[in-house]
T-cell receptor, first 111, second 110 residues
Framework: NAGVTQTPKFQVLKTGQSMTLQCAQDMNHNSMYWYRQDPGMGLRLIYYSASEGTTDKGEVPNGYNVSRLNKREFSLRLESAAPSQTSVYFCASWGANEKLFFGSGTQLSVL | QKEVEQDPGPLSVPEGAIVSLNCTYSNSAFQYFMWYRQYSRKGPELLMYTYSSGNKEDGRFTAQVDKSSKYISLFIRDSQPSDSATYLC??????????FGQGTRLTINP
């Protein structure tokens, strides 16, 4: 049982480059999320998807786009990366009893 | 002002000590309160959750919610080195969308 799988685990980009972070869950969950985690800032919600075909902005959506490709997959795209987007990114899906299942994270550096 | 405030620490205590971790919040509509534990280079995992005010105990862990003071706590009894991690409080209103605190980094020294 894989849970939530994120790729890649590490990425280094130059300013202005684009990339897509991939996320897939195998638990048949409806809701999926993208968070970023920065020192001293906790987890901040970028975008979420309550169900297949719907997406909504979170607290810090600027500079990002998302796609809910199907029930399993939820991707996050950086169109033109900036140094301020250097962070650790977590994908998550919502299970029962207030439980968010997190992936192992993507450490992104933008130079 | 952030909706949820949590002292980031770091907090360092000897093995066996009682640990108290706290969060305050400003949104009185929050009804669900959670504590997540995050080990280094891992995603957070749910430790405990409570609904509305009151206490909940699970082994060495006790979660308390005081809605009148907008204050939640997590107590760890007989702390172990394996409890060393970052602890994040989280809360929500109705929608399945959590607001997290900044996280407190805890180290238990053998």
């Amino acid at each position: 049982n894989a849970g939530v799988t994120q790729t890649p685990k590490f990425q280094v980009l130059k300013t202005g480059q684009s990339m897509t972070l991939q996320c897939a869950q195998d638990m048949n969950h409806n809701s999926m999320y993208w968070y970023r985690q920065d020192p001293g800032m906790g987890l901040r919600l970028i975008y979420y998807s309550a169900s297949e075909g719907t997406t909504d902005k979170g607290e810090v959506p600027n500079g990002y786009n998302v796609s809910r490709l199907n029930k399993r997959e939820f991707s996050l795209r950086l169109e033109s990366a900036a140094p301020s987007q250097t962070s650790v990114y977590f994908c998550a899906s919502w299970g029962a009893n207030e439980k968010l299942f997190f992936g192992s994270g993507t450490q992104l550096s933008v130079l | 002002q952030k909706e949820v405030e949590q002292d980031p620490g770091p907090l360092s205590v000897p093995e066996g000590a009682i640990v108290s971790l706290n969060c305050t919040y400003s949104n009185s509509a929050f009804q669900y309160f959670m504590w997540y534990r995050q080990y280094s280079r891992k995603g957070p995992e749910l430790l405990m959750y409570t609904y509305s005010s009151g206490n909940k105990e699970d082994g060495r862990f006790t979660a308390q919610v005081d809605k009148s003071s907008k204050y939640i706590s997590l107590f760890i009894r007989d702390s172990q080195p394996s409890d060393s991690a970052t602890y994040l409080c989280a809360m929500r209103e109705g929608a399945q969308k959590l607001v997290f605190g900044q996280g407190t980094r805890l180290t238990i020294n053998p």
